[in-house]
């Protein structure tokens, strides 16, 4: 794999003899990545295609839920279950043990919520999300209703009982990737529009404050601000120009992952959480890097 | 509103240019080959030349000179007073331009004339070539009185009909026939000082669609107000015969809808100079109102033209 | 009379775009706002009708009530619902995405005509659908089953276009009128009618007016239309910066040209007539405006957009436990 290099720490992050292998192709817009580590396979969706599907190692790829209202981001709950950013079915739901589809949030006070974009579920069983409106002008993937009703596109958060609701952060142009930090003390989230990654402190109530920019994406090369994730040191690998960049915990880049396309998220999984699963429009990629990220799905090793 | 009545014809062939000498309307029946007079207090319609070899477009100069566009002798003329008629002789580089067919006279005595390529075969053997272009070209009188010629144009294909603006600052041009591949168009050159045209402004088109191509101006003449009156059109194909009224700018002002077809030239006339003759290429000539136009005092014998 | 030419809204940020009498207020578009705003004449009153649009350009009233736009961000024609919702009707013409409907003309039998030429603007997000390798007039048509719409069917109307930019049906639905070309391509603009058949098939065009301009004076040709109530063609043309300027004109159907009305404003975009008798002209504009002209022409038969009954979707309980 073509590695940029900007510090010599990423050398302990990525090696260019590591292959970047192709392990899936044919999507039309993938995304939403997630390992399933009590099955090793990999969820991911296509939105415009509406479709999860799943890739197992040795067999491929193989269709899980279709239609899919076009659902984008995902991850995988503490008791294992899928849980997806609807996007155009402006929701987000969860599939339950027996197979079965439920929403879990469409409205906020009333009013219908935007258009899901990505997921991560936190230590308390607590759900946050980005809700901005690209899902309504996208051309491809038409919701039922495509009219914007809020005012604000927001980070919202589902308390574990699943209760209540709170919009968290609601002053974002276009709220795209969220990842905790490995210890859940900041909360890191993007803005495709404006290019750059914010950083905000969250309590131990599972609040969130103190945004501040934490680093503003650079290159020239095709790519934007999309999906993120971190490591267990606490590096943060976020899509943008010419792949996958790599942020340290201070905000400075690492280097750059050169992907060969333009990526739209990524996920850690195999066994030691060391490869990194990557989506991009039409086909997913497949690399080992040298620190492992961090686990999804409870249950875990690690 | 327009309202117009057919006062003389139907001759054989076309009719073409139409003149307002100050009592009556001199009128050219081209195929016919004669030169006649309309008089609108009688009524009548008499005959002043015959043989004219299909000159086509009239014009007075400025001591009443009374100058034709002789389409069939690759020449522009004049009808003299005694009944004779004289060529101005003037050769192009040395060569003989095409077939004149529309001409008009500036306050300096200078012809301006449209000079396309007829096809029909002018009489005796043909010596000479037609040239390659349709051009504008003008006559002017040199130091020793002999008239010399100029070109004026160099981006036309086959101009029809000319006319200038009252300060004579502005030549409009109505370019193209019905068989030319494109358009037809109506531009506008500005003079300049020197006398030379610059780049035109293309002010209107007309295209064409399966019925075929949209006839362009054949003729055009100015109102008091400064605004083209502008003959065009046909029956078989686009919005049909029309006189239009269109402003320096190229905006239309409006339209008015002519009972006959393929309206070729017009000119004001009458002692207001507020009734518009219009020649017909299908042999008539016309008369008419058009809301309360009237036309361009230029003073002299070009009054209405 | 006088003609009376005043402005009665904006300028607002960036362009007004469609506009449409709904039988009580002038509906328009705000199109670089993203909203769609409505004018009030008995009070002078502007409103908001609907936001987060996403450049809806043309809008159109159907038959029944039903109200439409051409949402050029999204590249497709959706319908604003009563209920405050808003919903696609179909994007792809044979398996393909089509361009960027840009104005749209809604016939007695609820079919959607709209034109759909190429846009310079990206449509929102990653640029995953190429354009077609052609911009011409499409009509979207839906059949009815068991009291139930089918699917949006959608099918080519032109095959000779390459840039249109405003549509417009006859009275009696026989001729489609389109204004074709981009003033800074090769081709003069025009405005041609098409006979349309009985299945709504487009024979060979008249042409009934050209727009002149050389390479780099172009006249910018027309970009919106409307009937008057003697079924003749009131459009939208003209800049200042070639040509003969921003004006309305009135043609025949033979395409005669009535007359010409010369505009304050300049690149006049579309005009409806509306008002409480359906007599002035409402014209929007590159500035932003909603003018009204009065005196001018007339207008005829309304259609009303059936009303709004809800600013966002109300429902109960949104929420289950996990």
């Given at each position: 794999m073509d590695i940029e290099v900007r510090h010599p720490a990423m050398h302990e992050i990525a090696d260019i003899e590591a292959p970047l292998v192709q392990i899936a192709r044919g999507t039309t817009f993938a995304e939403g990545p997630v390992w399933d580590h009590r099955n090793g396979r990999l969820y991911f969706t296509d939105i415009i295609e509406d479709t999860i599907w799943q890739w197992t190692p040795g067999i491929g790829m193989e269709t899980v839920i279709h239609p899919s209202g076009h659902a984008d981001g995902m991850t995988i709950d503490h008791q294992g279950r899928l849980v997806v950013a609807g996007w155009a079915s402006r929701s987000v739901w969860r599939r339950e043990h027996d197979g079965s589809l439920l929403p879990l949030v469409t409205h906020y006070h009333g009013t219908k919520i935007n258009t899901p974009n990505d997921i991560v579920v936190h230590s308390s069983g607590a759900i946050y999300w980005t809700d901005g409106d690209g899902a309504f002008y996208i051309p491809g993937m038409e919701s039922e209703d495509l009219q914007r009703y809020l005012d604000f596109n927001a980070v919202f958060r589902l308390s574990p009982d699943g209760l209540h609701l709170t919009p968290v952060i609601t002053d974002f142009v276009f709220p795209n990737g969220l990842v905790f930090s490995p210890d859940e003390k900041r909360l890191y989230v993007n803005d495709t529009r404006q290019s750059l990654v914010r950083v905000f402190d969250v309590d131990r109530n599972g609040d969130v404050s103190n945004g501040r920019t934490f680093y503003e994406l650079q290159g020239l090369e095709v790519g934007h601000a999309d999906g993120m994730k971190v490591d267990q040191r606490g590096n943060l690998y976020c899509t943008g120009p010419a792949g996958i960049h790599v942020i340290s915990p201070d905000g400075n880049l690492l280097g750059r992952l050169k992907i060969p396309a333009e990526c739209t998220n990524m996920a850690w999984g195999d066994e030691d959480w060391k490869t990194l699963f990557i989506t991009t429009h039409h086909a997913i990629y497949r690399v080992r890097l040298k620190i492992p990220g961090i686990p999804v799905g409870g249950n875990n090793a690690g | 509103m327009s309202t117009f009545e057919r006062i003389a014809g139907p001759f054989e062939g076309e009719v073409g240019g139409v003149l307002w000498d100050g009592e009556a309307v001199l009128f050219t029946t081209v195929d016919e080959h004669r030169l006649m007079r309309f008089d609108p207090a009688s009524g009548d319609t008499t005959e002043l030349r015959r043989y004219t070899n299909r000159a086509k477009g009239l014009a007075f100069g400025p001591n009443g000179e009374l100058y034709s566009a002789q389409e069939g002798g690759r020449r522009i003329i004049e009808f003299m007073p005694d009944g004779s008629v004289t060529a101005l002789k003037a050769l192009l580089d040395g060569r003989y331009h095409n077939n004149p067919c529309d001409l008009t006279v500036d306050r300096g005595g200078r012809i301006w004339f449209c000079d396309p390529f007829h096809p029909i075969r002018i009489f005796g053997p043909a010596f000479f070539p037609p040239l390659s272009e349709g051009s504008v070209l003008r006559l002017h009188r040199d130091d020793r009185r002999n008239w010399a010629l100029r070109r004026m144009t160099f981006d036309t294909v086959s101009p029809r009909a000319l006319v200038l603006s009252a300060d004579e600052k502005m030549l409009f041009v109505a370019d193209g026939e019905p068989s030319s591949a494109g358009d037809r168009e109506l531009r506008a050159y500005p003079i300049r000082s020197d006398g030379s045209l610059s780049q035109p402004t293309v002010l209107h088109c007309f295209g064409s669609d399966t019925n075929g191509a949209h006839r362009g101006i054949e003729g055009m003449c100015m109102d008091a107000d400064g605004n083209l009156v502008a003959c065009a059109g046909w029956k078989q194909s686009g919005p049909g015969p029309l006189i239009y009224a269109i402003t320096p700018r190229g905006r239309i002002v409006e339209t008015y809808e002519f009972p006959g077809d393929q309206p070729t030239r017009c000119t004001f006339g009458g002692a207001d100079l507020d009734t518009l003759y219009v020649t017909t290429a299908t042999g008539e000539l016309y008369r008419g109102n058009i809301g309360k136009r009237q036309g361009l005092g230029r003073g002299g014998a070009q009054n209405g033209h | 009379m006088q003609v009376e030419i005043k402005q009665v809204a904006g300028p607002i940020n960036g362009s007004t775009g469609g506009v449409v009498w709904d039988g009580e207020r002038v509906l328009f578009s705000a199109v670089g706002e993203s909203r769609i705003l409505g004018f009030d004449p008995a009070s002078g009153q502007i409103s908001e009708v609907r936001r987060f649009t996403n450049r809806v350009n043309g809008i159109a009233i159907g038959p029944n009530g039903e109200f439409y736009g051409a949402q050029e961000g999204s590249r497709r024609v959706i319908e604003f619902v009563a209920d405050g919702s808003s919903r696609p009707t179909q994007s792809r013409i044979n398996g393909a995405f089509h361009n960027f409907p840009t104005d749209l003309v809604v016939d007695n039998l609820g079919r959607i005509w709209f034109a759909d030429p190429y846009n310079a603007v990206r449509a929102t997000g990653p640029q995953i659908f190429p354009p077609l390798n052609h911009a011409s007039v499409i009509r979207a048509s839906r059949e009815k089953a068991y009291g139930i719409f089918l699917p949006w069917h959608l099918k080519r109307v032109t095959f000779d276009t390459i840039a249109p930019r405003a549509v417009l049906l006859s009275p009696d639905e026989r001729t489609l009128y389109v204004a074709e070309g981009d003033p800074g391509g090769s081709d003069r603009c025009e405005l041609r009618a098409y006979p349309l058949d009985g299945n709504g098939d487009a024979g060979e065009f008249r042409l009934l007016h050209k727009f002149s301009g050389g390479k780099r004076r172009a006249d910018r040709g027309i970009s919106g239309m409307t009937l008057d109530s003697s079924g003749n063609i009131v459009a939208c043309a003209g800049w200042r910066?070639?040509?003969?300027?921003?004006l309305i004109y009135v043609f025949a159907p033979s395409g005669r040209v009535i007359e010409t009305l010369e505009l304050p404003a300049d690149m006049p975009m579309r005009c409806a007539f509306g008002g409480p008798n359906v007599e002035d002209l409402f014209v929007t504009t590159a500035g932003g405006q909603l003018l009204r002209i009065k005196n001018f022409r007339v207008g005829s038969n309304v259609r009303r957009k059936s009303d709004e009954t809800s600013r966002s979707s109300r429902v109960e309980a949104s929420q289950r436990s996990a």
């Open positions: - | - | 910066m070639s040509g003969p300027g921003p």
